[in-house]
């Protein structure tokens, strides 16, 4: 009697997926990072270049705003009104990375 083997293609579809959805999350991290600088207002300019990402592994980025006073630029304080730019730019980048993966994983 003949035996069959079956060889799984499992693996090389799961890891094709991983890369995508890896390029897919490193792609959204620097289209928020572009977005968020684009609308960050400038005096000196310094909030505006302290906007960064870095990979945390393969499936997961952070885009943070290093510069201590742009909590009270995007929220606002008593005295000064809140000009929103991370939190707007994250919304977008949101959106567009959902529609992304929809299409990357149907």
Do not use: C, W
Request: without cysteine; glycine residues 4%.
């Amino acid at each position: 009697m003949n035996k069959v083997q079956v060889k799984s293609r499992v693996p090389q579809v799961i890891k094709k997926t991983r890369t995508a959805v890896s390029r897919a999350v490193k792609d959204a991290a620097k289209g928020m990072v572009a977005d968020a600088k684009q609308h960050a207002p400038v005096d000196t300019g310094y909030l505006r270049s302290s906007v960064s990402m870095q990979m945390l592994n393969d499936l997961a980025a952070e885009v943070i705003v290093g510069a201590d006073y742009g909590v009270y630029v995007e929220l606002g304080t008593r005295r000064m009104a809140a000009q929103p730019f991370f939190f707007p730019a994250f919304t977008r980048t949101r959106i567009a990375f959902e529609n992304k993966l929809r299409k990357l994983l149907s």
